[in-house]
């Protein structure tokens, strides 16, 4: 799994509450993503970071927010979450070249919000 | 923006048949075109990529196709087996800001042995 681990791998939380989930990378990669995925729509990009302290929003970025203060850590939090966060959330990484480079992906955090 | 469309949602194939997985895209900027494979409680996994200069890439049973001009491209799965069935999922990119990708809503592939 290119060396990425998300954490927790499920959580179930109640509307309101917050909520961060955690991607722990060990390939020393410039970039870090967080997707997530429902039925229907494949993964769409919430945010990336293009570097320490730099990040940036992605498609569905409303409600989220992200920090990374070190390489090797994103953290995706929900400050209030809702029914409509429930999903799969992906973390991936990617490295630099001339041509940049594929995504790889951790095996997911499985939300769910009552 | 950028809008990744994939055909057919789901797909049935006696085993050894050959599975065809096709994508369109909007954006005549993306220059990188990947497919994943995801089988179930796991996150997808590269299988192949293709990039804008190159028209067909192979790697044993597995190819994809691009056609710029029309915007599309394909992934051919050749001699399918059992664990061929998965998800897959076709996304593009214009590799700026590193590799911001746009999926598509992804195909269920069955292979019937």
């Known amino acids: 799994d290119a060396g990425i681990t998300q954490s927790p791998r499920h959580k179930v939380t109640e509307t309101g509450t917050p909520v961060t989930l955690r991607c722990h990378q060990t390939e020393n990669h410039r970039y870090m993503y967080w997707y997530r995925q429902d039925p229907g729509h494949g993964l769409r990009l919430i945010h990336y970071s293009y570097g320490v302290k730099d990040t940036d929003k992605g498609e569905v970025s409303d409600g989220y927010s992200v920090s990374r203060s070190k390489t090797e850590d994103f953290l995706l939090t929900l400050e209030s979450a809702t029914s409509s966060q429930t999903s799969v959330y992906f973390c991936a990484i990617s490295g630099t070249g001339p041509t940049g480079s594929p995504l790889h992906f951790g095996n997911g955090t499985r939300l769910t919000v009552t | 923006g950028e809008n990744v469309e994939q055909h057919p949602s789901t797909l049935s194939v006696q085993e050894g048949d050959s599975a065809v997985i096709k994508c369109t895209y909007s954006?005549?900027?993306?220059?990188?075109f990947p497919w994943y494979k995801q089988e179930l409680g796991k996150g997808p996994q590269l299988i192949i990529d293709i990039r804008s200069n190159v028209g067909e890439k192979k790697d044993q049973r597995i190819a994809v196709t691009l056609n710029k001009t029309a915007k599309h491209f394909s992934l051919h799965i050749t001699e399918t087996q059992p664990e061929d069935s998965a998800v897959y999922f076709c996304a593009a990119s214009d590799m700026e800001y590193g590799n911001k990708l746009v999926f598509g809503a992804g195909t269920i592939l069955r292979v019937k042995s």
């Open positions: 954006d005549s900027a993306s220059n990188y």
